[in-house]
């Protein structure tokens, strides 16, 4: 009888370690703000969901054109971007695909709902 206590108490401590886990995992978590690209140029602030709520990431560039290195969003940036705050005068591109590939379209302003865009930019570029 103890010994059948035992593990149902183990079983009850189980369960609400899931739970726990469950509304404290990753989607509740404070949203990340990240820095990408070099340069002190700060051009474009995206984020993860429309509204500019979400986690951001923050795209630096030497001047309105990125490098090659830089095309390519972070992985876990990949059709991700739902908004985008324009700053410091350049248009961003965004690409359906990485390296620049598949259809692109451009935002010479802020947008707070990409529409048709929302969670498909896969690489970017940035012109005066
Ligand atoms: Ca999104």
């Known amino acids: 009888m103890l010994r059948r206590l035992r593990s149902t108490g183990l079983l009850a401590g189980a369960a609400s370690l899931l739970l726990a886990l469950g509304t404290t995992g990753p989607a509740d978590a404070a ?4 820095r990408f ?12 969901h429309m509204n500019f709520q979400g986690a951001s990431l923050s795209l630096y560039s030497e001047s309105c054109v990125f490098g090659e290195q830089h095309q390519n969003l972070p992985g876990q940036w990949n059709d ?3 908004s ?8 961003l591109r965004g690409y359906e695909h990485t390296d620049h590939g598949g259809n692109v379209a451009r935002w010479n302003r802020s947008s707070s709902y990409l ?3 929302n969670d498909r930019i896969s690489s970017v ?3 005066i």
């Open 125 to 127: 570029g940035f012109r």
């Open 80 to 82: 991700q971007i739902s």
């Open 84 to 91: 985008i705050r324009i700053l410091g005068g350049c248009d």
């Open 31 to 34: 949203p990340q703000h990240q």
């Open 37 to 48: 690209g070099t340069g002190g140029n700060l051009v474009a602030i995206v984020y993860e």
């Open 115 to 117: 529409a048709h865009w």
